[in-house]
């Protein structure tokens, strides 16, 4: 019985306090001038985005079976067309992207690479944690992230 009384009590005090704070304030601001109503204190703020934070002007691919991984210029936006694909020099150590000469956008947000003759060589989707990860061949394991550096 006790607790229940000190439960009731201290919660009727809370809605005192609650209600005689809302009431002092609302009077405070009601007579204050406009200067006084503006809060010029800063709690909190989103500062500008660090250059590890903006977006990368280069994607790093990755091949994880040969352990093979590349940089390449990072496009704004893939045409749905094939077009050339600027691979980096360090391409060539992987089996499956030594193939790849061009480049586009699926229509369904895919990145497709294919060989000199237009037969697709990778297909990637965007991926969980990655930019983008290989979808086909099956047996194909790689993954497209930011290129840091």
């Not at 944690?129 to 550096?149: C, H, K, N, Q």
Request: hydrophobic share 40%; net charge negative; aromatic share 6%.
């Amino acid at each position: 019985m006790n607790f229940a009384a000190t439960v009731v009590g201290a919660g009727i005090a809370g809605a005192a306090l609650i209600f005689y704070i809302e009431s002092t304030h609302a009077v405070v601001a009601e007579i204050g001038t406009e200067e006084s109503k503006v809060d010029r204190i800063h709690t909190a703020s989103i500062g500008p985005a660090s250059p590890r934070d903006q977006r990368s002007s280069a994607i790093r691919l990755i091949d994880l079976r040969s352990g093979a991984n590349c940089k390449m210029a990072r496009p704004d936006a893939l045409p749905s067309y094939y077009t050339p694909a600027p691979l980096g020099p360090d391409c060539v150590s992987s089996p499956e992207l030594r193939q790849v000469s061009q480049w586009r956008s699926g229509d369904d947000g895919a990145l497709e690479m294919a060989d000199t003759d237009g037969r697709m060589v990778l297909r990637f989707m965007p991926g969980d944690g990655v930019l983008f990860e290989s979808i086909y061949p099956t047996d194909t394991m790689m993954t497209i992230v930011p290129a840091r550096g």
